[in-house]
């Protein structure tokens, strides 16, 4: 996945005038391998292994293993099983330059407050700079045996700095480190969620711009309804997609508080200043409480959430072109660039991206009720099975963000078949509403001329007729109020400049909706 840190983030940390910036870095990372000498327990005192930070993979240290950060208390390592089974390095990784930016913070939030010297400070600042480059230049190597992201890092910097580094984790503990961390990434995904739904909501207002005037049949439990205009059908979908940026922004600002300092859940007695850590990172302001900043996750619920609710909606939108680009509707043909064939039968033309659209969907709600059921039953605070919410939360966003680019690429790829649209046009009665319409005009109760149309569609499939096809004295037949002027109402074309309503699919209002669009989205 491609990194998701913010421009705004990345401009705060590279400014000239930020204690944050590379431009303090005096020396360029040495392009040669290093080799770095680790070691293992004190009592007895193993050989050394040698580590080359150079291949970019993760990697475990060997049989010799070095003490853990937290190991001071205990006598043995863990098995090789345990090691294993608890690790994240394997996916927390991703994690790695918002973890980087969460620690440039503190370390100069703990030089202002006096908790290390400002040439401490410098040296890890410098330090991680160095490790920042080092895992984008896939020269880094993740060990297993440093658990996680968090551990990796500070011990790799231990390693190249020495007794500055040991510092870093004052006041900090991985409980509200490793927030820190997941609230930046998740801030920082929601921004590319919203911008790839804004360009979906593009690629349909320009598709519906090409098919200006063109009717379709409007469906209720996929039968035949009443005549909509396609630009009025598109824009629907673009209605739910701005209710689903909504929601994600609704979302980002309420996830936008800083945990960092909370420690591991009753803070801290050393005099640490939260707010300007906050700021430095561009929260609106630190957690109040600390024992709730390191223990919920509905953040992560929420946006999952909210992520679920996208391809919901992407589903029906896919489920929508699947069905018309059937042979038994045919009212799209994608292009080739985005269809793909059978491994059998040669004639086949599939709209494979929808379908997969359609699919992953599923995946995006069991990435949420992963999550869900993961959270259900926890006590305060912190609990080790809040390892497992990374997974759905990298798997959610990833699988939203493909299914947002290849449906807005879809969008740009398919042809309305007017001929074949048209021709399907006059099934279903789609009239019959806009007539009811006209009885009411003429006095008559809805329910007395919901009766009245309803018996004249039962004559129209007797006679394998529509409604436009009726004589007048036929339609007197069944009511007397009908007179020449109801053939004005009938047919799709007379029905749909019939509709008046705000938010219809009459014509004024589907073009004053669709002026909307074009300017909120600034389409030229």
């Known amino acids: ?195 790839r739904i804004e360009h979906l909501q593009v690629a349909l207002v320009s598709l519906a711009l090409k098919n200006e005037g063109l009717i379709v049949p409007g469906y209720t439990h996929l039968q035949r309804a009443q005549p909509v205009l396609l630009q009025h059908l598109l824009l629907a979908f673009v209605e739910q997609l701005e209710r689903d940026a909504g929601r994600l922004l609704d979302c980002r600002a309420r996830l936008n508080f800083c945990p960092l300092g909370a420690c591991a859940l009753a803070g801290t007695g050393l005099p640490i200043d939260r707010f300007m850590t906050s700021d430095a990172l561009g929260f609106t302001s630190p957690m109040r409480n600390s024992i709730d900043a390191v223990s919920d996750r509905d953040f992560v619920l929420e946006f999952l959430s909210a992520n679920s609710i996208i391809a919901i909606h992407l589903s029906r939108l896919g489920e929508e072109w699947v069905l018309w680009a059937s042979e038994e509707f045919g009212f799209i043909t994608p292009s080739d660039a985005v269809s793909t064939g059978s491994s059998i039968m040669p004639q086949k033309k599939n709209p494979d991206p929808m379908e997969l659209v359609r699919g992953k969907s599923a995946r995006v709600i069991g990435d949420l009720v992963t999550l869900l059921t993961l959270c259900k039953g926890l006590p305060l605070a912190y609990n080790r099975d809040l390892q497992e919410d990374k997974e759905p939360a990298f798997d959610s966003v990833k699988t939203i963000l493909g299914m947002l680019e290849v ?17 399907a046009l006059p099934a279903g009665h789609l009239d019959a509403t806009t007539l009811a319409d006209y009885l009411v005009k003429k006095g008559v109760p809805f329910r007395t001329s919901h009766d009245i149309v309803g018996r004249s569609v039962a004559l129209c499939v007797s006679k394998a007729c529509q409604l436009q096809d009726l004589h007048l004295d036929e339609l007197r037949t069944i009511s007397p109020v009908f007179d020449q002027d109801v053939y004005e109402y009938l047919g799709v074309e007379n029905a749909v400049k019939k509709f008046s309503s705000y938010g219809s699919t009459g014509l004024e209002c589907v073009a004053t909706q669709l002026d909307y669009w074009v300017a909120k989205l600034e389409i030229n």
């Not at 449906?407 to 021709?423: C, D, G, L, V």
């Open 1 to 195: 996945m491609e990194s998701l840190t913010s421009a705004s983030n990345s401009s705060l940390l590279s400014s000239p005038r930020s204690p944050f910036s590379s431009n303090n870095v005096s020396h360029k990372l040495r392009p040669s391998l290093i080799a770095l000498t680790y070691w293992a327990k004190p009592k007895p005192r193993p050989n050394k292994v040698e580590i080359r930070c150079g291949s970019g993979k993760t990697m475990n240290a060997g049989k010799d293993k070095e003490v853990k950060l937290w190991g001071g208390r205990f006598e043995e390592s863990v098995t090789d099983a345990v090691e294993r089974f608890t690790e994240s390095i394997s996916f927390d990784k991703e994690l790695y330059k918002h973890d980087i930016m969460g620690s440039k913070a503190h370390a100069s939030m703990l030089a202002k407050q006096g908790l290390m010297s400002i040439s401490d400070r410098d040296s890890i600042i410098q330090g991680l700079d160095k490790i920042e480059r080092s895992i984008e230049n896939g020269e880094f190597v993740w060990r297993t045996d440093r658990e996680d992201v968090h551990m990796n890092i500070e011990a790799a910097l231990t390693d190249m700095i020495g007794e500055p580094a040991k510092k870093l984790h004052t006041a900090r503990s991985r409980n509200d480190q490793v927030l820190t961390d997941f609230r930046l990434w998740c801030r920082d995904a929601i921004d590319k969620i919203v911008a």
């Open 407 to 423: 449906s807005a690429e879809f969008a740009q790829n398919i042809t309305f078949n007017r001929e074949r649209i048209h021709k």
